[in-house]
């Protein structure tokens, strides 16, 4: 899957089939491209964890991070059924 990732603000990055961003969350943006990539299971990536991004892409449409730190669950619209609980 072609994944385009966004620079947000602070350490916050945005990962997206969008090639413009346009679903990411407003409140870390302006989002700026930084780059794409090919990523499929099993992938390996030193910054984030290839099959929980590609999980949060296929189920919410986006991937968030803050420092390397998935934080797409803490930034969906209250009362998603789809969010997963701890």
């Known amino acids: 899957m072609q994944v385009h990732i ?3 603000i602070g350490r916050v990055f945005g990962f997206t ?5 346009g679903n990411l969350p407003a409140q870390f943006g302006p989002w ?6 090919d990523l499929n299971r099993g992938d390996v990536q030193t910054n984030f964890d290839v099959n929980e991004c590609l999980d949060d892409i296929e189920r919410f449409g986006f991937h968030l991070t803050d420092a390397h730190v998935r934080i797409t669950h803490q930034n969906l619209p209250h009362g ?3 969010v997963p609980r701890s």
């Not at 089939?17 to 961003?21: I, N, Q």
């Open 32 to 37: 700026t491209a930084f780059k794409a990539f």
């Open 80 to 82: 998603d059924s789809s």
């Open 17 to 21: 089939r969008d090639d413009v961003g």
């Open 6 to 8: 966004f620079r947000g």
